[in-house]
């Protein structure tokens, strides 16, 4: 069975960090590029960064230079840092993975999102 499941949410104060994870089940992983998204009640789900099978990575301009995503494919994990955070980047954070397997199988999964609160 196929499951993502985030980790690492919660309340920080600005300029404070948390670490997000991504645990993956399946043997998808090593053939995924990771993303991680957010969204915000009655927005609509933004890009933040991904990694791809190879660890080339990319970013939101909004987040570059203060999140950092990596992947351990020993582990079957993808974490965000995040750093200096900001009130504006609270979200519900989700990781997905999308790809294709050898045999042709276009894959795409969501995990269930971990909340990001930045506040006083």
């Known amino acids: 069975q196929v499951q993502l499941v985030e980790s690492g949410g919660g309340l920080v104060q600005p300029g404070g960090s948390l670490t997000l994870s991504c645990a993956a089940s399946?043997?998808?992983?090593?053939?995924?590029?990771m993303d991680w998204y957010r969204q915000a009640p009655g927005k609509q789900r933004e890009f933040v960064a991904h990694?791809?099978?190879?660890?080339?990575?990319a970013y939101a301009d909004s987040v570059k230079g203060r999140f950092t995503i990596s992947r351990d494919n020993n582990k079957n994990t993808v974490t965000l840092q995040l750093n200096n955070l900001k009130p504006e980047d609270t979200d519900v954070y989700y990781c997905?993975?999308?790809?294709?397997?050898?045999?042709?199988?276009?894959?795409?999964?969501w995990g269930q999102g971990t909340p990001v609160t930045v506040s006083e």
């Open positions: 997905s993975a999308r790809g294709v397997l050898p045999g042709g199988h276009v894959f795409e999964y």
């Open positions: 399946g043997s998808f992983f090593s053939f995924a590029v």
């Open positions: 990694i791809t099978e190879r660890g080339t990575t």
